[in-house]
């Protein structure tokens, strides 16, 4: 039972259970976000546990197959050495998994500070969904919205 458990998780079923899994996550931040569900589901450590034990599985499964993880230093060499690492399904799977904790890390931020300032949570639906499409352009957004609500300009905070 447990070999097929394992079987069925291909690089391909974890990044679909990945991306069907933090839905939930953004639903509640975006509709529900000064909620006791959001304070204690999304801003908390528990979605970050979930996420971090797909990335371990994710490099348990590649040291199975022989991945290079030396290899991935090469990405700073350049875009050539980038793309070379994108070609790799573990690889891809690494830094998709990356990306969505770190977004949702930053969607959870700006409830939480959002609540500092009572920004209201219609205005907020905005940089919360383009943090999560598109990680900074969301936080800029935020940044944005929060000057006119502080009332003033912190680069810093």
Known sequence: MIEQIYNY????ILYFWTNLGVIPFWLILIFFPQSYLSRFLVTSVLPF???GGVYLFILYKSYLVGYDFNGNFSLYLG???LSRLFEDDF???MFWTHFVAINLFAGG???KDSQKFSINKILLAIPLIA???IGPIGLVLYW???IFYAKRINLYE
């Open 9 to 12: 998780f291909t690089p391909e």
């Open 49 to 51: 546990i979930i996420l």
């Open 79 to 81: 875009l050539s050495e």
């Open 91 to 93: 690889y891809i799977l």
């Open 109 to 111: 931020w700006i409830v």
């Open 131 to 133: 943090t999560y499409l």
């Open 144 to 146: 944005i919205i929060r």
